[in-house]
């Protein structure tokens, strides 16, 4: 048995791929779970996995033929009735609080049939965005044991494929590390989905008048922080989504750097000595309590006071919660622009705490019910422009993920469109 580690800055772990919410849980479970299609991440197209194929009957139905002989970790076979019994159990959690992503990646579904090699997807709506979010970890197949049917499975420390035994550690090095040491091979991707940036809190002080936050953004000169940004290899954002994501729109002209124009905003809206604080937790990005405070330093010149606010995670999850923040400081991956709805709308996450429902919430939902891919396209751009406009995401950097290899030790590691680690 070949024991190997995988070091990461924190211990933050969840093993339930419904709940995985981070890049380790995340990470950790995809070892274990598979999904019924996969995505590759070179040409962003669908894969098979636990599904042979797949197929649209209409827009509200969706079958997918199963791959036989696939048994979970403790050798009981993998059939349509478990397959369908694994999505039931994703449902049953819609009471959950914070919303989990797989339950809104489940929007419109009505129920999951099991034939004989066969399950059937039957929708009351139509959901644009299933088929690619079947590949997600968070819909990974789970049995109600908790067991999956990947090559590795869990152990105290970490996961095994009866060979080699894997630990997860808090580290600053290992066989594999999240992050980059110098003279170790990498893998590497730019990571799809929402960019790294300041989410405000729309129902709160200042921050409630739609001026004020579209002012902050223009206050933000972010060709100015490339250089903190280059020890990370991270891009200035130029949007919500990052340029790998489908449905990406170029905002760069929305971002211009226009201190004139965010003072008459300010002035317009009668706002004088403002003060913020930004909560975020700093062990998943090398550069971000630096860009933080690169931020604090430009809006300092114009009489705006930024605190960055580095927290525990379990204050940052009450926080989150209860609303108790002027701005987090996030990015979100995923490959499919619906994340969008997950994270804006009002009835969904809500992170902007919006107190009511409007025209940007009727684009989020129609994009998803859309069934011709150049409306949807057309909706997301025009999604994208209006969170800009409306001041509701300040971008500032796209996130490159890395993750080192020992030499001569792990070989064939890769990154997938989630930016988790797959290890043949």
Not at 93 to 114: F, I, N, Q, R, W
Not at 334 to 340: R, T, V, Y
Request: charged content about 20%.
């Amino acid at each position: 048995m070949r024991d190997l580690t995988f070091g990461w800055p924190t211990h933050q772990l969840t093993d339930d791929p419904r709940l995985a919410y981070n890049s380790i849980s995340k990470t950790f479970c995809r070892l274990i779970y598979e999904s019924l299609v996969d995505i590759d991440p070179g040409n962003g197209q669908l894969l098979p996995w636990l599904a042979t194929s797949w197929k649209y009957r209409d827009p509200l139905t969706l079958d997918l033929i199963l791959r036989p002989h696939r048994r979970f970790s403790d050798g009981t076979p993998l059939t349509p009735e478990a397959v369908a019994q694994s999505f039931s159990d994703i449902a049953a959690l819609k009471e959950v609080s914070p919303l989990p992503a797989a339950v809104t990646m489940l929007t419109g579904l009505d129920h999951v049939e099991a034939g004989a090699d066969t399950v059937t997807f039957h929708f009351t709506h139509h959901n644009a965005a299933f088929l690619r979010s079947l590949a997600s970890v968070n819909l990974a197949v789970r049995n109600p044991s908790g067991l999956g049917t990947g090559h590795w499975v869990q152990t105290e420390e970490g996961v095994t494929d009866g060979e080699r035994r894997l630990a997860f550690r808090e580290a600053d090095t290992g066989d594999l590390y999240a992050g980059l040491i110098e003279g170790y091979p990498v893998a590497e991707l730019y990571n799809p989905g929402i960019s790294y940036g300041l989410c405000p809190n729309a129902s709160r002080g200042p921050l409630t008048d739609p001026r004020v936050r579209r002012a902050l953004t223009l206050l933000i000169d972010r060709a100015a922080l490339q250089p903190i940004l280059d020890s990370a290899g991270y891009p200035v954002a130029s949007s919500v989504l990052t340029p790998a994501t489908e449905g990406y729109r170029d905002c760069s002209a929305e971002l211009a750097h226009d201190p004139a124009a965010a003072h008459r905003l300010l002035a317009a809206a009668g706002a004088q000595r403002l003060s913020f604080e930004v909560v975020f937790n700093s062990t998943f990005s090398p550069v971000d309590a630096a860009i933080l405070t690169a931020v604090a330093a430009q809006w300092r010149q114009h009489g705006i006071e930024l605190s960055p606010a580095d927290v525990g995670f379990p204050e940052l999850r009450s926080r989150q919660q209860s609303g108790d923040y002027d701005f987090r400081f996030f990015y979100f991956t995923g490959s499919d622009p619906d994340l969008l709805r997950y994270q804006f709308a009002v009835d969904q996450r809500n992170m902007n705490r919006r107190v009511r429902a409007d025209d940007l919430d009727a684009l989020l939902h129609g994009q998803l019910t859309c069934t011709d891919p150049d409306t949807r396209r057309a909706m997301v751009h025009d999604i994208q422009r209006r969170i800009l406009a409306g001041g509701l995401w300040l971008p500032l950097c796209n996130v490159r993920t890395v993750t080192s290899c020992r030499p001569g030790g792990l070989s064939g590691v890769y990154l997938d469109t989630e930016a988790l680690a797959r290890i043949p």
